[in-house]
C-alpha cells in the first residue's frame, strides 16, 4: 500500500499544495528525504510566484499530479550537507531552479544542457528516480542534490534573486545560444511580465538597443524610465508598427497566451532571428514566407543547464541585476494567483516563506 505523503520520507515538511485542478492552495502536510552524502538541506526564505505554477495548480497542461506543491524558483540558507558536499557550507545563501536532478550522462548532461535530459526530473509534480513525488518551494524545506544546488552572490538580495532562477536564465539562456549578445544590435522583447523585465535588464547589460514590444501603452514610461529600454512599440497600434518594420536583429517572445507571429516577424530585419519562450495552450500559426524571402529563423528556448544558470547569476550579481518583486505571505498566495492570471503584478510574486509560512499553520 502506498505511503500517504507525511510517511513518505523520515522528515516532516509543511507547504500549501492545490488538491484538486481548481488550482486552490491550501496548507499540506508531508515529508522530505533523508539528507545523502550528495544532498543539500535548505531552508527556504523565498519563493517566487512562476505561471507555470498557476498552469500546474489549475492542471491546464494536462499532466498535473494532485496533491502539488508549485514553486521552482527557490532561494534559502544551506542547514545541512552531505558528506561528499564541497561546493556548499551550512548558512550559504542558495538557490534551486526548475529542475532537481537528471541521469548525468546522457549526451545532454556531458554538454552541461540538463534541462533537456530525458530523464530530468522537475522541481515539482514530478517523480524522483525512487518513484517518490517531488514537491516544491511553496514549503519550509528542501533536500536537492548538489549539482542542482546553486550560488547566490552575497550582494543580491533573496526576494529579488528567486524569480531569477526561472525567469532569469529562461531569457539568458537563448540569447547566449542564438547568438543575441552583440552590443549595439536591435533587440525587441515581446510582453513586460515575469521574463520580459528580467529580460530589458539583462539586454542592456550586454550592450544592446532594446525596444519593448506591447499591446498596450499602459507599462510605456516604467519601460522607458524604470527598466531603461530605449523604445516601446504598441502591437495594436498600425502606425507604430509600421514604423519599427524591418529593424530589429532578434526578438524574444515572452507572451503565453494565443497570438499572431506574422506582425512580429515583420519587424525583423533580414537575417533576424524570433525565439519564443511562452507556452500557449493552443498552437499558433506560422507564416513561412517571410521566413523564406528574409531568411529568418524560428526558435525555441527552455531555461538552461546548471553551469549556464550559474553564469547567469554571476552576471546578474556583477550587472545588479534582480526581478522587480512584490512580495507576499504565503496565506496570500490565491489571491497572487488571481491576479497573476490577469497579469496584474510588477513583475514577479515572491513568497516569504520563512516568515509567513510557520504563522499559516496555525
Known amino acids: 500500500?502506498?505511503?500517504?505523503?507525511?510517511?513518505?520520507?523520515?522528515?516532516?515538511?509543511?507547504?500549501?499544495?492545490?488538491?484538486?485542478?481548481?488550482?486552490?492552495?491550501?496548507?499540506?502536510?508531508?515529508?522530505?528525504?533523508?539528507?545523502?552524502?550528495?544532498?543539500?538541506?535548505?531552508?527556504?526564505?523565498?519563493?517566487?510566484v512562476c505561471h507555470s505554477d498557476l498552469h500546474a495548480a489549475k492542471n491546464e497542461w494536462g499532466f498535473s499530479r494532485y496533491p502539488l506543491v508549485p514553486g521552482h524558483?527557490?532561494?534559502?540558507?544551506?542547514?545541512?550537507?552531505?558528506?561528499?558536499?564541497?561546493?556548499?557550507?551550512?548558512?550559504?545563501?542558495?538557490?534551486?531552479?526548475?529542475?532537481v536532478n537528471s541521469c548525468k550522462s546522457c549526451e545532454y548532461c556531458d554538454q552541461d544542457s540538463e534541462n533537456y535530459c530525458p530523464k530530468m526530473i522537475f522541481t515539482y509534480n514530478a517523480h524522483n528516480y525512487d518513484g517518490t513525488k517531488t514537491y516544491g518551494g511553496y514549503s519550509d524545506t528542501i533536500v536537492v542534490d548538489q549539482h542542482f544546488v546553486l550560488h547566490i552572490p552575497d550582494s543580491m538580495p533573496a526576494d529579488g534573486a528567486a524569480p531569477l532562477l526561472c525567469a532569469g536564465i529562461t531569457v539568458y539562456s537563448p540569447m547566449k545560444y542564438y547568438g543575441m549578445t552583440e552590443p549595439g544590435k536591435h533587440l525587441g522583447i515581446v510582453g513586460l511580465g515575469g521574463l520580459g523585465h528580467v529580460a530589458v535588464k539583462i539586454g542592456k547589460a550586454f550592450g544592446l538597443k532594446v525596444t519593448v514590444i506591447s499591446s498596450s501603452s499602459r507599462k510605456e514610461r516604467e519601460a522607458l524610465d524604470r527598466l531603461g529600454a530605449d523604445s516601446f512599440v504598441v502591437s495594436s497600434d498600425p502606425e507604430k508598427m509600421k514604423a519599427a518594420f524591418g529593424t530589429m536583429d532578434y526578438i524574444i517572445d515572452t507572451v503565453s497566451a494565443v497570438h499572431a507571429l506574422a506582425p512580429l516577424l515583420s519587424l525583423l530585419k533580414t537575417n533576424g532571428k524570433l525565439v519564443t519562450l511562452g507556452l500557449p495552450e493552443k498552437p499558433l500559426e506560422l507564416p513561412i514566407f517571410p521566413l523564406v524571402l528574409g531568411r529568418k529563423l524560428v526558435g525555441g528556448s527552455d531555461i538552461g543547464g546548471m553551469k549556464e544558470t550559474q553564469e547567469m547569476l554571476d552576471f546578474c550579481g556583477k550587472h545588479n541585476i534582480t526581478s522587480d518583486v512584490e512580495v507576499i505571505r504565503m496565506d496570500q498566495i490565491n489571491t497572487a494567483m488571481e491576479r497573476l492570471a490577469k497579469s496584474d503584478v510588477r513583475y514577479r510574486f515572491v513568497i516569504d516563506v520563512a516568515n509567513s509560512l510557520s504563522q499559516s499553520q496555525l
Request: with cysteine.
Open 73 to 99: 524558483e527557490i532561494v534559502g540558507i544551506v542547514t545541512k550537507i552531505g558528506s561528499n558536499v564541497k561546493k556548499f557550507k551550512v548558512d550559504n545563501q542558495v538557490g534551486v531552479g526548475v529542475m
Open 1 to 48: 500500500m502506498a505511503k500517504s505523503p507525511e510517511e513518505e520520507h523520515p522528515h516532516k515538511a509543511f507547504g500549501w499544495a492545490a488538491k484538486d485542478s481548481s488550482g486552490v492552495l491550501s496548507p499540506f502536510h508531508f515529508s522530505r528525504r533523508d539528507n545523502g552524502v550528495e544532498d543539500v538541506t535548505i531552508k527556504i526564505l523565498y519563493c517566487g
